[in-house]
């Protein structure tokens, strides 16, 4: 059944909702979706604006996109909620970044949920809904709320009126519903019946004689806890005993709120925090396994002993880049920098699946063409739809000054001479790693040769995308820049010192990963 056979309704009321993206097409599309179920529409170009139209405006609901210009998404989700507010304005995250860890940040920086781009519109419309539903639901509560408080401002805890003799001589309603008891039941009663057990101020009554005596400072006025019954059971309250400026006899208000219930939440909150602090040392402890499991896959030993220089930055814990390189047993150097699909440790684990093959590869001194449809059938094999892991290989007989490069879904490999100016630049002609099998013929290997001392720069996209606090991308220029004029031995350093100043203490979007080889003349 295609969207025309059953449109979707129009809301009931036509709520204001705040687009926060920074491609014009996409607020266009949302601005006709959200026209044509009824809404009101109004705009932002990045995270910063949104934030200066939600001050102003006050929309009923937001959605914001993550990757933006200026703010991101998560930073003014973080200071939309920061503002607090009594009225719940929903906030939905509509982004391409569907990885967990993007999920999980923008819903605990505040969001209420998440849609991935590109957008069904049936499931656009559905969402929308629902939300001007509980939308509908809070302004129909806030109204009945007005109502009710208007009713119940002066009766909301129970007032036991009692005189020096602690006999009770009036109840309000809210206190026959605490009690369980009707007034006339309550009046003639001893408060002492209902109001037992003395706070950690000591006896309360004994209080209440001393302050008829003239002394028992601070009992008048004071919030105490005690033990209240009702029936045959118990139940914790507060109360606070005032005084009646009545000539005729001296009279007692007796303020009390049964806080059973607040108790019980408190009781839940520290057994919920006390289980999410046992989940958490958990999860800490099996991040930690995990990450020595994957440290023992990498063999570091090979990877120093092949003379490489390489860095790897990540963004969270586990990097979805990885650096391998090791020597055969004829001298030959086999290189590889990999980027698998997403963040943290699932991106992580999908490059670990070909770490065993690589060296297997180095051991046996395969040819690159079958190194490559070795490590893309193994991941055929093991990675889920949707994933996969771009790669740069290269196989070097630095001996000779000849060798081979292979290049799929990878930024362009670059050919620095001995000064740092660019000699070449080998650009990517072959799908990443793990997408569908692959037969032999099907894979394109680039030969290489050199003569004068030169080196090739490999790097992940996380060093081209790498954002400024202005959104500039460091790009291949910011790049060539770096390194120009640059000594072979002091190249690395001065590549990331140069990226930590475009970063400017900002961490970035995406793993960095950067592998320099030596092409010795």
Not at 211 to 238: H, K, Q, V, W
Not at 317 to 333: E, N, P, Q, T
Request: include cysteine; aromatic fraction near 6%; proline fraction near 3%.
């Amino acid at each position: 059944m295609n969207a025309e056979a059953n449109p979707p309704k129009l809301v009931r009321q036509r709520y204001r909702v705040l687009i926060a993206d920074d491609t014009q097409a996409n607020r266009a599309l949302l601005r006709a979706y959200l026209s044509r179920l009824g809404f009101e529409t109004l705009m932002a170009e990045d995270g910063e604006q949104a934030l200066e139209v939600y001050r102003r405006e006050k929309p009923d609901v937001i959605l914001m996109d993550l990757m933006m210009p200026r703010m991101d998404g998560f930073t003014s989700i973080e200071r939309i909620r920061a503002e607090g507010g009594t009225r719940w304005v929903p906030i939905v995250i509509v982004s391409a970044m569907d990885a967990d860890y993007d999920i999980v940040r923008g819903l605990e920086a505040g969001a209420d949920d998440f849609m991935t781009k590109p957008l069904s519109y049936q499931m656009f419309a559905a969402k929308m809904q629902n939300l001007a539903r509980a939308l509908d639901f809070q302004v129909s509560r806030e109204e009945a709320r007005r109502r009710e408080a208007a009713i119940s401002d002066a009766v909301v805890d129970g007032i036991l009126t009692f005189d020096a003799d602690f006999r009770i001589v009036n109840a309000n309603r809210a206190a026959t519903l605490i009690f369980l008891c009707s007034e006339d039941r309550l009046v003639g009663t001893d408060i002492r019946k209902l109001l037992q057990d003395g706070g950690p101020q000591g006896s309360w009554d004994a209080q209440f004689r001393a302050y008829l005596e003239g002394g028992g400072e601070g009992f008048i006025g004071s919030m105490r806890e005690l033990t209240a019954r009702r029936g045959n059971a118990d139940f914790p309250c507060e109360m606070v005993v005032t005084e009646l400026p009545i000539s005729e006899a001296r009279l007692f208000i007796a303020v009390l709120r049964d806080i059973s219930e607040r108790q019980r939440v408190g009781r839940q909150l520290a057994e919920n925090a006390a289980r999410l602090q046992q989940y958490h040392d958990e999860a800490e402890t099996e991040a930690e396994l995990a990450k020595d499991i994957m440290e023992r896959h990498i063999r570091r030993d090979a990877l120093e002993q092949s003379g490489v220089r390489h860095a790897v930055i990540p963004t969270q814990r586990f990097s979805g880049d990885i650096v391998l390189a090791a020597r055969s047993r004829s001298g030959k150097l086999y290189a590889m920098l990999a980027d698998a699909t997403g963040h943290g440790l699932a991106a992580a684990m999908s490059g670990l699946a070909i770490v065993t093959d690589f060296y297997r590869a180095v051991e046996d001194e395969v040819p690159l063409r079958r190194m490559v449809l070795m490590l893309n059938n193994t991941l055929a094999q093991l990675l889920p739809r949707g994933r996969f892991v771009s790669a740069a290989l290269v196989v070097l007989d630095q001996d000779r000054r000849m060798g081979a490069m292979w290049l799929g879904g990878m930024p362009d490999v670059i050919q620095l001479a001995s000064d740092g100016s660019l000699l070449r630049r080998f650009s990517s002609d072959q799908l990443p790693l793990g997408i569908e099998a692959w037969h032999a013929s099907e894979i394109s290997v680039t030969g290489l040769e050199w003569q004068d001392e030169s080196q090739l720069l490999l790097c992940s996209d996380g060093l081209i995308e790498a954002q400024s606090a202005r959104g500039d991308a460091f790009g291949y220029e910011g790049m060539l820049q770096a390194v120009a004029g640059s000594k072979v031995s002091t190249r690395l350093d001065t590549l990331l010192g140069s990226l930590a100043g475009h970063l400017g203490g900002q961490s970035g979007h995406d793993d960095i990963s950067m592998l320099l080889l030596d092409l010795p003349g």
